[in-house]
């Protein structure tokens, strides 16, 4: 039986509830209907996938072809569908916290990396307001550095074995109810509300989700 991914609708709404200022729980209700949708396509192409399996034949170009095959089309919208779901979960998961100035390794980390808090948070709004879609603070074993990624769709994330800890979502549904387009108050809202012990969670695991 193919994965199933777990719908935690309900267990972020629970917890984001009146603690996320001025981005408001119907903001967080209306966005969480998206995720939803995210979750259940990955599900349901990951069965279309199961059932594929059984028939699959890579000779038929049916099956299998770089220009258009049912393979292709499944596999290239399961990065898409997928990226919602993790992005989401990720961007859901770091709310809800005191915000100020990070705590723990990741401020070491940030001060190594940009050279203190505030210049993270320079460069982390930079970002946020440059992005169509996404932005994330991902971890790079190689460099041993944090890095604010800037990503236009679910699916132009990830940079293999960069560790993502915190996910910024830009899309207007994240936050035009409450602020139109001044997408740079809802970034400045977003960082009072980080939970700096979740995104130091994100940091220390090792893979699981």
Same mark, same amino acid.
């Given at each position: 039986m193919a994965y199933q991914y777990a719908n935690r609708q309900e267990a972020f709404l629970?917890?984001? $509830? *009146?603690?996320?200022?001025? #981005?408001s729980d119907k903001t967080h209700e209306e966005h969480l209907k998206?995720?939803?949708?995210?979750? +259940? $396509?990955? +599900?349901?192409i990951l069965k279309e996938l199961e059932e594929l399996s059984k028939v699959l034949d890579p000779a038929n170009p049916a099956h299998a072809n770089q220009i258009f095959s049912t393979i292709r089309s499944l596999k290239v919208d399961f990065t898409f569908a997928i990226g919602g779901v993790i992005n989401h979960e990720i961007y859901f998961s #770091?709310?809800? *916290?005191a915000g100020g100035p990070a705590t723990g390794q990741?401020?070491?980390?940030?001060?190594?990396?940009?050279?203190?808090f505030e210049a993270y948070k320079k460069d982390l709004k930079a970002t946020g307001l440059a992005a169509r879609g996404w932005v994330w603070t991902g971890?790079? %074993? *190689?460099?041993?550095?944090? !890095?604010?990624?800037?990503g236009d769709a679910q699916n132009t994330y990830p940079v293999w074995g960069?560790? %993502?800890i915190l996910a910024l979502d830009t899309y207007e549904h994240a936050y035009y109810a409450d602020f139109y387009t001044n997408r740079?108050?809802?970034?400045?809202? !977003?960082?009072?509300?980080?939970?700096?012990?979740?995104?130091?969670?994100l940091l220390a695991d090792k893979g699981s989700r």
């Open positions: 629970a917890k984001l $509830k *009146g603690k996320t200022g001025k #981005i998206l995720y939803t949708g995210y979750v +259940n $396509k990955t +599900n349901a #770091i709310l809800g *916290g990741v401020a070491e980390l940030i001060d190594k990396s940009f050279g203190g971890y790079d %074993p *190689g460099t041993g550095l944090l !890095f604010n990624y800037l960069v560790k %993502p740079g108050a809802y970034l400045d809202e !977003f960082m009072q509300h980080v939970d700096w012990a979740e995104v130091n969670r």
